[in-house]
């Protein structure tokens, strides 16, 4: 679903780029617009970092963040 919604992550829903990963547009099949974090996993730590990251942002709840919708994670591919 993430590939074909952000047409297979391509230049026009990208969005920005930080330290372990880029970030894209996403419209998912029910219409919502949400922005898809894909790791760059050529960075030793991304890993780990993504694992952390998952884990508090479903625990936490503020007005100020994002609200994780789901996260996909496997041997070669990472994303939030």
């Known amino acids: 679903e993430l590939l074909h919604a952000t047409s297979n992550f391509s230049d026009a829903n990208f969005l920005g780029s ?5 970030v894209y ?3 998912l099949a029910d219409g919502r ?4 974090k894909v790791l760059n996993l050529s960075f030793e730590r991304a890993s780990k970092s993504f694992d952390i990251e998952c884990t508090i942002l479903h625990q936490i ?3 100020n963040l994002v609200k994780v919708i789901m996260s996909c994670s496997n041997e ?3 994303a939030l």
Not at 18 to 22: A, C, E, H, I, V
Request: overall charge positive; glycine content about 12%; cysteine-free.
């Open 18 to 22: 930080g330290s372990f990963g880029s």
């Open 25 to 27: 547009k996403e419209i």
């Open 33 to 36: 617009t949400v922005a898809v």
């Open 61 to 63: 709840r503020h007005q």
């Open 76 to 78: 070669d591919f990472k």
